[in-house]
């Protein structure tokens, strides 16, 4: 048997530490090691007990939590997993926390929710932290947006996502042109954080992103990412719409990336597929059904993925065409898309 995942407890609130403490220690693989009400006290409690993982509140004394991530990931990086609560401000904040490094977020109680409810998925994010490539934070220059890019009138490009994917999908969106391909999107995320996060990828990229509307048409120079949690982004259509469909979860997941490539392969169009960093393997069987259908499909590598789990399950049944580092992923899709316009055109 393995050592358990030893996590350390951030919160300013006596009861949500207790709270997230109770939750975490139901789980036999899970020993929560110690708690910490404040950042200047959880600093010294990370040289004295080395975590494997910490939970960490957005708002606190002293020091708020995204100034202690930025800390934690410049000076000694490991897996954070972010604690929140459920308004827009909070999701605004929580964005920011998965864009500097913390692997995955979950909301607090709110009004009739109960803690069991509400840290259900806890448990299982503290496992995928543990599992997950954490590295220091650097400096990068903002990518900038192509602008030899000419587009096929029907190309459609279709990227899937879940741990990790906040920052892997700013990284490929904002080098994106003003024309980019039309592009559709799933990220696994919760429901209250992907307006949040279309608006957020919306101001940092030359595209216009925006969370897909049931019936949109797709158009060039447009980003729809799937609303999260409520149903599951599908392409349909002559002339290709959004269509957002209720529904079991597939794949383990509402929206699924699966559900979504697959419908993508059905249109027979000029098409491209993208499986970014995540745990799990929703995705993997939607993108080899692309690949069948004729599309090119990408998935990134390894090395720069949180979690190698849907990109290496693709791989793994011939699912992807290239594996490419993340920084080389947005040029590599522009060219693809590129390369399909100069085909249909021949």
């Given amino acids: 048997m393995s050592a358990p995942i030893r ?12 709270l997230i403490t109770a939750a975490l220690r139901r789980d036999p693989e899970i020993e929560v090691i110690g708690s910490a009400a404040d950042p200047l006290e959880a600093r010294a409690l990370i040289k004295d007990l080395n975590p494997d993982v910490i939970t960490l509140d957005v708002e606190m004394p002293n020091m708020n939590g995204l100034e202690f991530l930025e800390k934690i990931m410049r000076l000694r990086p490991m897996p954070v997993v972010m604690v929140s609560t459920l308004t827009q401000a909070g999701a605004e ?65 279709a ?44 101001k940092m990229s ?22 999260g949690g409520v149903a599951h982004l599908e392409v349909s259509g002559a002339t290709p719409r959004c269509r957002l469909s209720e529904g079991d979860t597939v794949s383990g997941h509402r929206p699924s990336v699966d559900v ?25 069987q939607g993108l080899l059904e692309m690949r069948n259908a004729g599309g090119h499909t990408l998935g990134q590598d390894e090395a720069s993925c949180v979690v190698y789990g849907m990109p290496r399950v693709a791989h793994e049944i011939g699912a992807v065409e290239r594996q490419l580092p993340l920084n080389r992923l ?5 060219d693809l898309c590129a390369a399909s316009r100069a085909q249909t055109i021949a």
């Fill in 260 to 284: 979504l490539f697959r419908s993508i392969a059905r249109l027979r169009k000029p098409m491209t597929g993208v499986i970014l960093t995540g745990m799990g393997r929703d995705g993997a």
């Fill in 159 to 202: 990227i899937g996502a879940s741990t990790g994917g906040v920052e892997a999908l700013i990284t490929i969106v904002s080098a994106f042109p003003a024309n980019c391909p039309a592009t559709v999107i799933t990220q696994h995320m919760p429901a209250t954080f992907t307006p949040s996060f279309a608006a957020r990828l919306d």
């Fill in 7 to 18: 996590v350390l407890v951030v919160d300013d609130s006596p009861t949500m530490r207790g």
């Fill in 206 to 227: 030359a595209a216009t992103v925006s969370e897909a509307v049931d019936g949109a048409t797709l158009m060039p120079g447009h980003v729809y990412l799937a609303p």
């Fill in 330 to 334: 947005s040029s590599a899709i522009l």
């Fill in 93 to 157: 904040v929580t964005l920011r926390a998965l864009e500097m490094g913390a692997i995955d977020a979950v909301g607090k109680p709110g009004a009739g929710v109960t803690a069991v409810d509400a840290f259900a998925e806890l448990t299982l994010k503290v496992k995928t932290a543990a599992r997950s490539r954490v590295r220091a934070r650097e400096a990068v220059e903002a990518p900038r947006p192509r602008t030899d890019y000419r587009p096929g009138a029907d190309h459609i490009l």
